[in-house]
Structures are given as structure tokens and as C-alpha cells.
């Protein structure tokens, strides 16, 4: 029986690991290996870390939790149950796991544009979080890619890294007066014509091709399409959902179900590193102090 087991590897599973090792707690983690930045050539945002690749900073996180006797185990779990302040997990190959708290950090993964091209290009110059990487796309030609009306706010807020944005509707026409007239002011180009693929080398985007032949020099694309969860652990366990589908958390990472935390993308709509690591301290120390109390006497 372990007091903690906790479900994804990335830095809000691993720094609510560092937190309970450090205080004393038999503690397992399990990694399915496919964090949702696996494609991006760097990591950014992230004091002392900034630019860092995504897959060295992982390798630095566990090493750092060696001398806390954490156990790792690479390997996915597939089912999970709670019953009587008791969680019961199952990996792939049938093996059984118990503990008196369980930590969900599976995280998030991106809906991608449905356009050819764009999966090659994804985390190197097509992206979907401007404080991320709009920096390394300052005063480029900055496509944002949203059908209907989705692209609208994003394509104003890419102003702030570029002058030069063009929100590219992929053949849809649903922007509203409104919408155009606060475009236009803010001098955001619109292209409203469908969108047959996107070009690039060694990852770089260099244009985008449209349905009507035309090819048009685009240095990096931004997207907001929404999200599902990697893992559902969360449904299975009966935890409730916000309407964009991450999972409700009360103030220390707690979720409606008794002894279930939940910390990262998984749980918050401010999908940043940082704050992934930020919530899983908060949920270390949360899940620690829970422990504590129901181990006095």
C-alpha cells in the first residue's frame, strides 16, 4: 500500500513527488512518456529553465527525485477505482496498485488544425500558446488559424508579438460585422479562402497554400481549438468537468471525489509549465498535510 500514487510524469507530477518524497511518503509515479510538449524543440516561460528542451528538463526532474526514493515506473495505467478511502490502479500488463491518495497529472493534448502539414510543423513553428512561443515568432508573418469565429481574440492578441497577423478562416464565412470591424481596426489581414496545406522545412512554416493555388509566405501559425484530456482516469473515477473539459478543483488541487487531487493542464485552463509545477506543490503539500491528520491519534 502506498500512501501517494501519482499519474503522469510531467512538472506537475514530479514536483508534487519532490514535495512528498521530501516529506517522508511512500510514493509511486507512473509515466505514459507522451507529455502534450513532446514535439516542441524548447521549453520557455519557466525561471531558471527558459528555452530549456522539454525532454531534458523531465530527465533532470527525475534524477532529482532519486534521493527522495521515489519509484518511476514507465508504463501506462489504464483503469483506477476508489472504494472505502482506498484507490485501486491497473497498468497495461494487469498489475495491481493500492494507495491512500491519488494525484491525476495526466495533462491535456491539443486539437491540431485539420490541414496537411501542420502535424509535421506542430511545437517548432505551429503553435497554440503565444506566451510560449510568441517570442521566438516576434515580427514574423503570423498566421492564426480559426474556422468560424474561433480565431478572432487570438489573432488580436498575436498583435502584441506582430504586426504583420492574418487570421485564416479555411473557407469558413461566419465572422460577423462586428467581428470585422474590430479586425480591420486593429489591422488584422483576413483570409477567408480554403486552406489546402502548409509548407515548411526542418520544421520551419515558409507558406501557406490555399485551394485557389495561391501561396503565401507565413513565418509561424497560432491556434485555439481545443483540448481533450490525455488519460480518462477522470471519468472513470466520477470527477466532475468545466465546460472546456479540464476537471474541477477546489483551492489546494482537491477534487470532488475524497483523496483525489488533480493538478496540470488536466485541471486548469492556464496551461503553462509553471503552473503545472506550481499545482503540483500545491497538491503535494495538500495531500501531505491530509495524510498527517488522518495519522494522529
Not at 58 to 80: M, N, P
Not at 93 to 111: F, I, M, W
Request: charged residues 30%; aromatic residues 6%.
Amino acid at each position: 500500500m502506498y500512501d501517494v500514487i501519482i499519474i503522469g510524469g510531467g512538472p506537475a507530477g514530479l514536483n508534487a513527488a519532490m514535495l512528498l518524497g521530501r516529506s517522508r511518503r511512500k510514493v509511486i509515479l507512473f509515466d505514459s512518456g507522451k507529455p502534450r510538449n513532446r514535439w516542441s524543440n524548447n521549453m520557455n516561460g519557466f525561471l531558471t529553465s527558459d528555452g530549456m528542451p522539454p525532454g531534458e528538463f523531465i530527465k533532470k526532474g527525475r534524477a532529482e527525485l532519486a534521493k527522495y526514493g521515489v519509484e518511476l515506473v514507465d508504463t501506462i495505467i489504464e483503469t483506477a477505482t476508489y472504494t472505502k478511502g482506498e484507490f485501486v490502479v491497473n497498468d497495461v500488463d494487469g498489475t495491481v496498485y493500492r494507495s491512500r491518495k491519488l494525484l491525476l497529472a495526466t495533462g491535456l493534448k491539443d486539437e491540431l488544425p485539420p490541414v496537411e502539414g501542420a502535424e509535421e510543423l506542430y511545437g517548432k513553428s505551429v503553435h497554440h500558446c503565444p506566451y510560449c512561443d510568441g517570442w521566438e515568432s516576434r515580427d514574423k508573418a503570423i498566421a492564426v488559424y480559426g474556422p468560424e469565429r474561433k480565431g478572432t481574440g487570438q489573432a488580436l492578441a498575436m498583435k502584441t508579438w506582430s504586426a504583420d497577423v492574418t487570421l485564416y478562416t479555411d473557407g469558413t464565412d461566419s465572422l460577423t460585422r462586428d467581428d470585422l470591424e474590430l479586425l480591420e481596426r486593429n489591422e488584422v489581414k483576413i483570409c477567408k479562402e480554403k486552406i489546402v496545406r502548409l509548407e515548411g522545412t526542418d520544421g520551419q512554416l515558409e507558406h501557406i497554400v490555399l485551394k485557389d493555388g495561391e501561396k503565401r509566405p507565413q513565418g509561424a501559425m497560432f491556434f485555439s481549438l481545443g483540448t481533450q484530456q490525455q488519460s480518462d482516469l477522470g471519468t472513470q473515477l466520477g470527477c466532475e468537468f468545466t465546460d472546456k473539459g479540464v476537471i474541477k478543483t477546489k483551492k489546494l488541487q482537491h477534487s470532488n471525489i475524497p483523496g483525489l487531487f488533480v493538478a496540470g493542464d488536466a485541471a486548469r485552463d492556464m496551461q503553462m509549465v509553471i503552473v503545472a509545477a506550481a499545482e503540483g506543490a500545491k497538491a503535494g503539500v495538500a495531500i501531505n498535510m491530509e495524510l498527517q491528520q488522518e495519522d494522529r491519534k
